[in-house]
């Protein structure tokens, strides 16, 4: 079946390291998005690519950094730069969409929950 | 800039009882709207969406309206379930921004049976 992976479900890190959370898709989609979601709030966006080898910063990259060297894969480094990291991540992708085009659904996997020892 | 308010839950209510969440936007543009839900432990579902004025979405017993001369979205549901519980995002995309979403806080719905 058609979908968006996230691994692993569950992610516990000690302060000072860096990991990495994995994003995969084999819907066919161009762009992929990661967003932070802290108790109680909505979703914030931390990276943004439209496109392989290429990707923009969202709202609040500072402390993340991602790679898009494949279609279906876009992960993300929580880097010790992030000062409070502890939150669920989630993934999603959607088709692309030219200037003046609908809108094209964003698919969400089911998220990441890091947490910071 | 862009913004999503919603109204900040929980909201708590018995088995078939009329639901209404609250949405209001502001925009540069014309803007899409839409309503995801999310439970436990998962990720977001799309569960409706509209693209104009007066536009209403509708899905599983759920209904919005577009409504441009007051900014809201408001989600509403005729006899809530408790398999309804999950907490529900509104959403707006503008037409020059790709598929990027703008995102409320959220609104945390608990049903009883």
Known sequence: ?117 | GNSVTQMEGPVTLSEEAFLTINCTYTATGYPSLFWYVQYPGEGLQLLLKATKADDKGSNKGFEATYRKETTSFHLEKGSVQVSDSAVYFCALSLNNAGNMLTFGGGTRLMVKP
Request: a neutral charge; glycine letters at 10%.
């Open chain 1, 1 to 117: 079946d058609g979908g968006i992976t996230q691994s692993p479900k569950y992610l516990f890190r000690k302060e000072g390291q860096n990991v990495t959370l994995s994003c995969e898709q084999n819907l066919n989609h161009d762009a992929m998005y990661w967003y932070r979601q802290d108790p109680g709030q909505g979703l914030r966006l931390i990276y943004y690519s439209q496109i392989v080898n290429d990707f923009q910063k969202g709202d609040i990259a500072e402390g993340y950094s991602v790679s898009r060297e494949k279609k279906e894969s876009f992960p993300l480094t929580v880097t010790s730069a992030q000062k409070n990291p502890t939150a669920f991540y989630l993934c999603a992708s959607s088709l692309h969409r030219d200037r003046g085009g609908s809108y094209n659904e964003q698919f969400f996997g089911p998220g990441t929950r890091l947490t910071v020892l």
